[in-house]
């Protein structure tokens, strides 16, 4: 069975097809610049060189139509099923679902909850049902895993009736890629879901932490939006809502001008002037002070998360990090787990730390209480595996 799975943003569409059986790439690519006339389509494939077309696509359907076109020329003309990324499922999705006209509607409806995502993603759906009629489609949602949070855990201390009224809660993001590495470390521990607690730190651009006992979602550091939580890129995460009001009285600052100055020029950004972990890395090696107080901020955070789950938890079986920077800075995983040995019994080894390279591996000492793992995500592989169940179940 071969299944491709789509990432559609607002100018961009990602995609992978995979060969179920192995569960193998056999070719991924991107769209990228749609509506402009630098429009690029890029495939590649494991037995052919990469394919690049530039030429100016003036939607997603143009997008879409070039992608199928050069699967086709690289042999892969047919698939079984295509599985959507749609990053807010809101409360009515639970589970990957089967996409017809009513589907594609509420999740066209769950906008302005994603403003910059679902609209995006629907339109993806939609050019990929005019141009494959026939075949099945599933949505895959971002908050999914983190539907089985408890109220307390949901909901903010605000009046209740904006949860009521205006759907005002905590949903989480990245639950795709939480889902994933929990599932990866249960087999490699060789144990059940269901027997372990974990704490998972997706660390990318985007981060987030999620406290999992039993396999299911019962915290996570990402809000109503992406913003709360953990020092990300450009995003401040977790800070006191009344800066705002400061700022607006102070400044005459405008909403756009504060969600601009949250999202995209705060975090790892705001404090050191780069957003990459790598060149922050970098420049606090060659003793930049604002460099290494942005690191120093990013991994105390995410300690302050892992204590607090394993509050949540009562018992922490592993941290799982993830994600471009949990899969690969040393330093960071290290900013993260110092100290923590004698409160909470994790211990890193820091051999082992610097040694990883690839796959999953286990970074903790011989004595530490906690295991700490490093899982590589696979959010595609993921939204794969989750669109053949549910159109073979
Ligand atoms: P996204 O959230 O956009 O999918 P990734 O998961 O790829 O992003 O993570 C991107 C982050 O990972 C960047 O901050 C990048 O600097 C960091 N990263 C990637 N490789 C390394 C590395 N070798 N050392 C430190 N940070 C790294």
Same mark, same amino acid.
């Given at each position: 069975?071969?299944?491709?799975?789509?990432?559609?943003?607002?100018?961009?569409?990602?995609?992978?097809?995979?060969?179920?059986?192995?569960?193998?790439?056999?070719?991924?690519?991107?769209?990228?610049?749609?509506?402009?006339?630098?429009?690029?389509?890029?495939?590649? %494939?494991?037995?052919?060189?990469?394919?690049?077309k530039v030429c100016g696509i003036t939607d997603h359907q143009v997008g879409l139509e070039m992608?199928?076109?050069?699967?086709?020329?690289?042999?892969?003309? *047919?698939?079984?099923?295509?599985?959507?990324?749609?990053?807010?499922?809101?409360?009515?999705?639970?589970?990957?679902?089967?996409?017809?006209?009513?589907? /594609?509607?509420?999740?066209?409806?769950?906008?302005?909850? @994603?403003?910059?995502?679902?609209?995006?993603?629907?339109?993806?759906?939609?050019?990929?049902?005019?141009?494959?009629?026939?075949?099945?489609?599933?949505?895959?949602?971002?908050?999914?895993?983190?539907?089985?949070?408890?109220?307390? @855990?949901?909901?903010?201390?605000?009046?209740?009736?904006?949860? +009521?009224?205006?759907?005002?809660?905590?949903?989480?993001?990245?639950?795709?890629?939480?889902?994933?590495?929990?599932?990866?470390?249960?087999?490699?521990?060789?144990?059940?879901?269901?027997?372990?607690?974990?704490?998972?730190?997706?660390?990318?651009?985007?981060?987030?932490?999620?406290?999992?006992?039993?396999?299911? *979602?019962?915290?996570? *550091?990402?809000?109503?939006?992406?913003?709360?939580?953990?020092?990300?890129?450009?995003?401040?995460?977790?800070?006191?809502?009344?800066?705002?009001?400061?700022?607006?009285?102070?400044?005459?600052?405008?909403?756009? +001008?504060?969600?601009?100055?949250?999202?995209?020029?705060?975090?790892?950004?705001?404090?050191?002037?780069?957003?990459? /972990?790598?060149?922050?890395? !970098?420049?606090?090696?060659?003793?930049?002070?604002? @460099?290494?107080?942005? &690191?120093? &901020?990013?991994?105390?955070?995410?300690?302050?998360?892992?204590?607090?789950?394993?509050?949540?938890?009562?018992?922490?079986?592993?941290?799982?990090?993830?994600?471009?920077?949990?899969?690969?800075?040393? !330093?960071?995983?290290?900013?993260?787990?110092?100290?923590? *040995?004698?409160?909470?019994?994790? &211990?890193?080894?820091?051999?082992?730390?610097?040694?990883?390279?690839?796959?999953?591996? !286990?970074?903790? %000492?011989?004595? %530490?209480?906690?295991?700490?793992?490093?899982?590589?995500?696979?959010?595609?592989?993921?939204?794969?595996?989750?669109?053949?169940?549910?159109?073979?179940?």
């Open positions: 069975m071969k299944i491709l799975v789509l990432n559609s943003g607002s100018s961009s569409i990602k995609f992978q097809l995979f060969e179920m059986e192995d569960e193998r790439v056999l070719a991924s690519g991107l769209i990228e610049q749609i509506g402009e006339i630098s429009g690029r389509a890029t495939l590649k %494939s494991s037995d052919a060189e990469p394919v690049t992608m199928q076109e050069m699967l086709k020329e690289a042999g892969f003309g *047919s698939f079984d099923a295509i599985g959507h990324r749609v990053v807010h499922g809101g409360e009515v999705f639970h589970v990957p679902t089967l996409i017809d006209d009513e589907v /594609l509607q509420v999740i066209e409806g769950l906008s302005p909850l @994603a403003p910059l995502h679902n609209p995006a993603n629907a339109a993806g759906i939609r050019v990929a049902k005019s141009v494959n009629p026939t075949l099945p489609q599933v949505a895959v949602f971002d908050t999914a895993f983190h539907q089985t949070l408890p109220k307390h @855990a949901y909901l903010y201390a605000l009046p209740y009736e904006l949860y +009521e009224k205006a759907d005002i809660r905590r949903y989480g993001f990245h639950g795709t890629s939480h889902a994933f590495v929990a599932q990866s470390a249960a087999e490699y521990l060789n144990q059940p879901p269901e027997s372990l607690n974990l704490i998972t730190l997706h660390l990318g651009n985007g981060a987030s932490a999620t406290a999992i006992k039993a396999g299911k *979602s019962i915290d996570t *550091s990402m809000g109503m939006t992406p913003l709360e939580g953990l020092v990300m890129g450009t995003r401040s995460g977790d800070l006191d809502p009344a800066i705002l009001f400061y700022l607006a009285r102070k400044y005459g600052m405008s909403i756009d +001008e504060l969600d601009q100055l949250l999202n995209k020029q705060s975090g790892l950004k705001g404090i050191s002037g780069k957003n990459d /972990l790598r060149s922050v890395t !970098e420049a606090a090696a060659s003793g930049d002070e604002q @460099a290494k107080t942005a &690191m120093a &901020m990013m991994g105390y955070r995410i300690k302050k998360y892992i204590g607090a789950y394993t509050a949540a938890l009562g018992r922490v079986d592993a941290i799982v990090f993830t994600g471009g920077i949990g899969e690969h800075s040393v !330093e960071m995983r290290n900013l993260a787990c110092e100290g923590l *040995s004698d409160g909470l019994g994790i &211990m890193l080894d820091p051999d082992k730390n610097s040694a990883y390279k690839r796959g999953v591996m !286990e970074l903790h %000492s011989d004595q %530490s209480r906690v295991k700490v793992l490093v899982v590589p995500t696979n959010e595609e592989l993921e939204i794969a595996r989750q669109t053949k169940m549910m159109i073979t179940s």
